[in-house]
């Protein structure tokens, strides 16, 4: 009864802010739906801020494993911070588990100690990707300001990201290649980044590059310099709408750094 009580007031600790490469941990099970496991901590990051989801692995104390093909945050608060529109902290996380291990859910129990666990080469990837992002967000900033104003959207995926904007006239090719420029050299720079939270609100976080700091609750790489050069290309979305993606076929993906 007591290991049922403890985990009434449902809220999920984050443990990848706590430590950003921590790729397995134990966990207890809060509540068990017909295709989600909830834990009381999890290392899996949810999908939010145009980061892709965690995937990964849940395995049990009988050594069954369950897998989980996403992570999403529910019930959360709102703050309303100047830097942070419409974001929400604290709520809890639900793994959500792959369907051909949804009959194993019957069998599951609140109060079970379970291990959970990431795919850590998707999040070295995603976590390049991001910090793939904030590079070409400096960059366009520099060189279109105006379009930094003007975004409406954003999308972290494994191997590219991309901002959506709103602007008066189109990127040019001249402008494309000095965002690149711009981007590239502070990649090639193997600055150091780093990561904190608002003084009010500890899931408010900052991404902080020589001197470049920006409101950002993903996950990142510790330094710049695995991004590589970084590719730009633009799309145009209709009138008055531009989307500016990256690449980075020379990126290095490292894995050492995760531990359970």
């Excluded at 379009?147 to 602007?167: E, L, N, T, Y």
């Excluded at 600055?191 to 009010?200: K, N, V």
């Amino acid at each position: 009864m007591e290991a049922v009580m403890q985990f009434l007031n449902r809220r999920t600790t984050l443990l990848y802010y706590q430590d950003m490469f921590l790729h397995r941990a134990s966990a207890h099970v809060v509540k068990v739906g017909e295709d989600y496991i909830e834990l009381d901590r999890t290392v899996a990051y949810p999908e939010g801020g145009g980061q892709e989801a965690d995937m990964g692995m849940i395995t049990r104390a009988n050594g069954q494993s369950i897998r989980y093909t996403g992570a999403k945050k529910l019930f959360g608060r709102m703050i309303f911070l100047d830097e942070f529109p419409n974001i929400q902290v604290e709520g809890v996380i639900h793994h959500l588990v792959h369907p051909e291990d949804a009959s194993v859910l019957s069998a599951c129990r609140v109060g079970e100690k379970v291990d959970v666990e990431i795919d850590i080469e998707r999040r070295a990837r995603l976590s390049l990707s991001h910090t793939a992002s904030h590079l070409l967000y400096i960059g366009i900033n520099q060189v279109r300001p105006d379009a930094i104003a003007g975004i409406f959207g954003c999308h972290i995926k494994i191997d590219s990201a991309r901002f959506d904007c709103h602007v008066r006239e189109r990127f040019t090719a001249l402008e494309l290649q000095q965002i690149a420029e711009i981007s590239s050299q502070l990649a090639l720079r193997n600055s150091g980044i780093e990561m904190f939270s608002h003084h009010l609100e500890q899931e408010a976080r900052y991404w902080k590059c020589e001197g470049h700091i920006i409101a950002c609750g993903g996950t990142h790489l510790g330094q710049t310099g695995a991004v590589g050069p970084i590719s730009v290309r633009r799309k145009c979305l209709g009138k008055g709408k531009e989307r500016i993606s990256c690449e980075f076929p020379r990126a290095s993906i490292a894995l050492e750094k995760y531990h359970a």
